[in-house]
C-alpha cells in the first residue's frame, strides 16, 4: 500500500451526525468482495434520485468539491453494521481522510486497516471548518500523521489520537499481512532454533 505521512487537500463538506455504514454504502450494493467500482455506489441515496440520476445539490457531485480527498463530517461517523465495504467505498471514491466529531468504534478499525485515517477533532472546530470549506471550496487542509496534527488556514492547528500500531502501519504502508511479513526473518530463526 502507499504510505500516508501527509496530505493537502480540499475537502467535501457533509456535516451530518450519525451518518452509518447502510447510508456511506447501502446493503443492496454488497454483493461484490472486492474494493473496486464501489466509488459510484458510495453514499448513493445522497448522490442519486429514485431513477439513478444524479442530485445536483449533493455536495458529492458538485464540481466544486471535484478531487477532493478529505470529506468533512459530524458526530458518530460510520455508526451501524461493521461492513468494511464502507471505508472501501470511501478509498475507491479517493478519500484518504475523515474529519469528524467522533466516529464509530469497528468503522474506525476498518477505515485505518484500509489506509483510510479518521481524524476525530472537537465538534465546535468541525462546524467552523464545514462553514469555512461551504464558503471556499478551495481551501487547502493539511494532514500531518507523523505530527498528528491538522492544519486549518485561518482556524489553527489542531492535534488528533491514533493507535501507535494504526499509525506505523499507514506511515510504512503495511497492512496486516505485511506487517506480520517484515517480521518473517526473525520468525524463520525463532523456528530453526526450536528444530
Given at each position: 500500500?502507499e504510505?500516508f505521512?501527509?496530505?493537502a487537500?480540499?475537502a467535501v463538506?457533509?456535516?451530518?451526525d ?9 446493503a443492496r450494493?454488497?454483493?461484490g ?6 466509488a459510484?455506489k458510495?453514499?448513493y441515496?445522497?448522490r442519486?434520485?429514485e ?7 449533493s455536495?458529492?457531485?458538485?464540481e ?11 458526530n458518530n461517523?460510520g455508526c ?5 465495504h464502507?471505508?472501501?467505498?470511501l478509498t475507491?471514491?479517493g478519500?484518504?481522510a ?15 486497516k484500509?489506509?483510510l485515517?479518521p481524524?476525530?477533532?472537537p465538534?465546535p ?6 462553514r469555512?470549506v ?9 494532514i500531518d500523521?507523523?505530527?498528528q ?5 485561518g482556524?489553527g492547528?489542531y ?8 499509525k ?16 518473517l526473518p526473525?520468525?524463520e530463526?525463532f523456528?530453526?532454533?526450536?528444530e
Amino acid at each position: 500500500m502507499e504510505p500516508f505521512v501527509k496530505l493537502a487537500s480540499t475537502a467535501v463538506p457533509f456535516y451530518k451526525d450519525d451518518v452509518d455504514t447502510d447510508q456511506i454504502i447501502p446493503a443492496r450494493f454488497l454483493k461484490g468482495t472486492t474494493k473496486a467500482g464501489l466509488a459510484e455506489k458510495m453514499f448513493y441515496d445522497w448522490r442519486y434520485d429514485e431513477q439513478g440520476n444524479l442530485l445536483p445539490d449533493s455536495p458529492f457531485n458538485a464540481e466544486k468539491h471535484r478531487g477532493s480527498r478529505i470529506l468533512v463530517s459530524g458526530n458518530n461517523f460510520g455508526c451501524g453494521s461493521s461492513r468494511e465495504h464502507a471505508p472501501w467505498s470511501l478509498t475507491d471514491y479517493g478519500f484518504k481522510a475523515i474529519i469528524a466529531g467522533s466516529f464509530a468504534d469497528i468503522f474506525y478499525n476498518n477505515a485505518l486497516k484500509n489506509f483510510l485515517l479518521p481524524v476525530a477533532l472537537p465538534i465546535p472546530v468541525v462546524q467552523a471548518l464545514i462553514r469555512r470549506v461551504e464558503a471556499d471550496p478551495s481551501l487547502p487542509i493539511e494532514i500531518d500523521l507523523p505530527a498528528q496534527q491538522v492544519t486549518l488556514p485561518g482556524q489553527g492547528v489542531y492535534s488528533f489520537e491514533i493507535n501507535p500500531f494504526r499509525k506505523k502501519c499507514l506511515l510504512e504502508g503495511l497492512d496486516d499481512i505485511a506487517y506480520v511479513m517484515s517480521y518473517l526473518p526473525k520468525i524463520e530463526a525463532f523456528e530453526a532454533a526450536r528444530e
